[in-house]
């Protein structure tokens, strides 16, 4: 790539979670169907994989090389995950079986003495012992230890696949490594831990020249003198050169030996606070990426800090793409407004690759609480999703970023000097969004708010630490040049520690024309960049008479329980009056199935059996589902109800959380009545329905309508919505403004108008009842109720409630907005 050329056309790649025994017809076909979808690539995941055939097995590997050839007969690209599970490292488990000293080791600080104490110190009056623990994960300090790893995995994937498999292979994906304090966070005491490997004392020593343990007490309290902030800043740069000759340097040259890419994301990428915590300076780390990435979680664009700073090193060291993996946890109540925020927000800083979490191979009850949600295939809004990233690319523009001027340079020897260990067992491992006021997580706190603002007011501007500054920069030309990229101005945050290398480096910067400022000097010198204002506006609001509606097929979700005595799992439902035929669709692979006593005929799908309920079921009263299901998954597991009926609940609705609605039931299975074409659908009795909802009405328009003329629903809360004009397609529509462009010119008259809304996913999928209704973010933990890292801190340890909370279904208002504006499609 040209070196300064602008990315504008972001690749989206689905890491594909294989978590199924493989078999080469559906894998084929999910391909096919990754495709249509959009995408433009895949990222092949073994991801609780059963072992059937065995992970990296010759028939493993055949079916793998049938898979890939098939992405590149159909035009996707291949990149390989390189782990079963995560986070990476340990080959499946096979690495510490034959390798049990490749495992690494934090030292974590305790009150007194220990006999078997790796080392003791007094300090602050008191007495310390330090602990040594091996870890469940691989040493990432450790080069020998890494190449068990590439031997046992990458070697294996190399000579095992077909050789025209292994030519279309075209990156390999690393998943959070880090120092080991993260993964090993139960092991961390109040007082905190440090990292450690074999051999640590040797190399700090003559890395730094200092005794490893003579510094380790400043690491952890502060000295009267000042004398902790140097060893700090010493400890934690070494941790960072050695988490980089540990894993990072050998996997890359591993990497480019063998013409693949490498890529993938640290633990911990979030702000420099965290990177401290869990790899010292993700900046350090990216250069050893040939598509340095980040793990944006969620539902919402955190802090711009991030995906700055990892598109800032991928123009600086390489190429210019940089990639993010994106969604993991935003749960089943995302929407395509969501999609289109989040991954626009990256693009337009710069993130070109576009790794979309999580597309599950086998929707099973399990993968349903997964992280989710599965994008797309679990989505209710499927259809839409092939346009929603087109529309994407259409709209992203990162020119601001490749053609950057102003050099930012982080202050992470601030940080690490003022770092005390302690704080991060009080701190959200998850993501880091809280910690404790220490002094490192003010200076923290105060350069994040500094960066949200020279987002607005400096948007052409790059990211670098202090040692990227010292060891990589020079003056040409009259630019200072970190790697490929040069900067006439440079902004040092408040808290940056140069060396005299550094301090001379900036003078030469001035010398030869260029500026230094501090961030408070940029941002207060600078205008902020606002957007121009639409030149169009609202040209007409056409009313439209609704005058019909469809009774979608309905769904019941079942809350099945299970019997530890005799391991059957139940479920109640009752039916108010007379029904059609029902059926039950079960997500697992069950293995019998009775329905008040009597056994049901179970018929195979390709995402789980489905039973159909005899004519007694449909008979008014309460009815007993019970099933089998032989494997060890202790719940929640999904099972629903599905006929033409109504769902009813026996109490009143509320307002609750987070855009839901809130009802305590219990539920009844209804007969269908005819519903008003404005109602609101979930309340009228689909609370928990999967398929559209029609409504149709007349529109009339005094004037001809020319192609191009931008459409706009109001009113509407649903996922996404299918609009047609007098039996034509329009496309989808979806918030936030719910607006399509006319595909085709309309004259002056009446025209026929429907609309297909599609309900929430999370009405289908929950958690319904944790206390937050439709939370931002979602972890597996969340669907049993037990509070974890990614609910409130101030959330009860149980989270879940009786109540059932699910997202309103509303057709729009009687208003059509129409807007003259040529525009994305």
């Given amino acids: 790539m040209q070196r300064g050329a602008i990315i504008n056309n972001p690749r989206f790649h689905t890491l594909w979670a294989v978590n199924a025994p493989l078999d080469q017809a559906r894998l084929r076909g999910q391909l096919d169907q990754i495709r249509r979808d959009g995408f433009d690539g895949v990222v092949f995941h073994p991801r609780f994989y059963p072992g059937q055939p065995p992970y990296l097995s010759d028939e493993y590997l055949r079916i793998v090389s049938g898979v890939i050839l098939h992405a590149q007969a159909i035009g996707l690209s291949f990149w390989i995950y390189d782990e079963n599970g995560w986070p990476s490292g340990i080959a499946g488990g096979e690495l510490l079986r034959r390798y049990p000293d490749d495992a690494g080791g934090v030292l974590t600080l305790h009150r007194g003495g220990d006999a078997d104490a790796w080392h003791t110190f007094e300090a602050r009056g008191c007495h310390w012992h330090l602990a040594l623990h091996r870890t469940r994960e691989i040493d990432y300090l450790n080069p020998a230890a890494c190449a068990h790893f590439l031997s046992l995995t990458h070697d294996r994937y190399r000579d095992g696949l077909d050789p025209a498999a292994w030519a279309h292979v075209e990156a390999f994906f690393t998943d959070e490594p880090e120092f080991g304090l993260g993964a090993n966070i139960d092991r961390v005491p109040p007082d905190g831990a440090v990292p ?124 210019g793409r940089a990639m993010a993996e994106v969604m993991g946890g935003g749960g089943w109540g995302s929407t395509p407004a969501d999609l289109e925020r989040f991954l626009l927000w990256l693009a337009n800083h710069g993130v070109s690759d576009l790794v979309i979490h999580l597309y599950q191979y086998r929707l099973d009850s399990h993968a349903i609480r997964d992280w989710p949600p599965a994008n797309p295939n679990g989505l209710n809004w499927r259809e839409a999703y092939a346009d929603v990233l087109r529309r994407i690319r259409f709209k992203t523009d990162a020119s601001a970023v490749a053609r950057a001027d102003t050099l930012v340079v982080a202050p992470y020897r601030g940080m690490m000097a003022a770092y005390e260990p302690w704080s991060l067992p009080q701190s959200n491992i998850h993501n880091c969004v809280t910690y404790p006021e220490t002094p490192a997580g003010c200076l923290n706190r105060e350069f994040l708010y500094h960066s949200d603002q020279m987002m607005a007011a400096v948007p052409g501007h790059h990211y670098a630490d202090e040692r990227s500054l010292e060891e990589h920069g020079r003056v040409e030309g009259g630019r200072l040049f970190i790697g490929r990229h040069g900067y006439t101005k440079v902004i040092l945050a408040e808290g940056c520690r140069l060396t005299p290398i550094g301090q001379r480096l900036l003078q030469a910067v001035e010398a030869a024309g260029g500026r230094v400022l501090s961030d408070i000097e940029a941002i207060s010198g600078a205008k902020p960049v606002s957007s121009p204002l639409p030149g169009d506006g609202v040209e007409t609001s056409c009313a439209i008479l609704w005058d019909g509606a469809t009774t979608p097929v309905n769904d019941f979700l079942l809350e099945p329980t299970r019997d530890a005595e005799t391991g059957w799992w139940r479920a109640e439902f009752v039916v108010e009056s007379a029904l059609a035929a029902l059926a039950v669709e079960f997500a697992d692979d069950i293995v019998r199935a009775e329905l008040d006593g009597a056994p049901l005929q179970l018929e195979p799908t390709t995402e789980g059996p489905v039973a159909r309920l005899p004519l007694a079921a449909a008979t008014p009263g309460r009815h007993a589902l019970r099933f089998m299901f032989p494997g060890q998954d202790a719940g929640p597991l999904f099972a629903w109800i599905r006929g033409e009926f109504r769902v009813l609940s026996q109490t009143s609705w509320t307002a609750g959380p987070n855009g839901t609605r809130c009802t305590a039931g219990p539920w009844v299975l209804a007969p269908m009545t005819p519903v008003a074409a404005g109602a609101e659908r979930v309340e009228a009795g689909w609370p928990f329905a999967r398929e559209p909802v029609t409504v149709r009405g007349k529109m009339v328009t005094e004037k001809p309508l020319p192609e191009g003329t931008r459409l706009t629903c109001v009113g509407i809360m649903a996922d996404v919505a299918r609009l047609t004009v007098d039996g034509a397609d329009c496309g989808w529509v979806w918030g936030p403004d719910w607006s399509v462009v006319l595909p085709f010119s309309l004259g002056a008259g009446a025209h026929r108008v429907e609309l297909d809304l599609v309900p929430s996913t999370f009405n289908r999928f929950g958690p319904h009842h944790h206390i937050d209704g439709d939370r931002h973010v979602v972890s597996p933990g969340q669907f049993s109720g037990v509070k974890n890292f990614a609910d409130h801190a101030a959330a009860p340890e149980r989270t879940h409630d009786s109540r059932w909370r699910v997202k309103p279904l509303v057709p729009p208002s009687t208003a059509l907005c129409l807007l003259r504006k040529k525009a994305s499609p």
């Fill in 196 to 319: 450690w490997s074999p051999g640590i004392e040797a190399l700090y020593l003559d890395r730094t020249g200092r005794d490893f343990r003579a510094d380790l007490p400043l690491v952890f309290f502060n000295d009267p003198e000042g004398a902790h902030e140097e060893a700090r800043i010493q400890f934690w740069e070494f941790m960072t050169d050695r988490l980089c000759k540990g894993f990072f340097e050998p996997y890359h040259a591993w990497c480019r030996r063998e013409g693949k890419l490498f890529t993938g994301h640290l633990k911990g990428d979030e702000h420099p606070l965290f990177q401290v915590m869990m790899n010292g300076s993700a900046h350090q780390v990216f250069r050893h990426f040939d598509l340095p990435g980040i793990d944006p979680l969620e539902r919402f664009p955190a802090c711009d800090y991030y995906a700055r700073d990892v598109a800032s090193a991928a123009r600086q060291y390489g190429t």
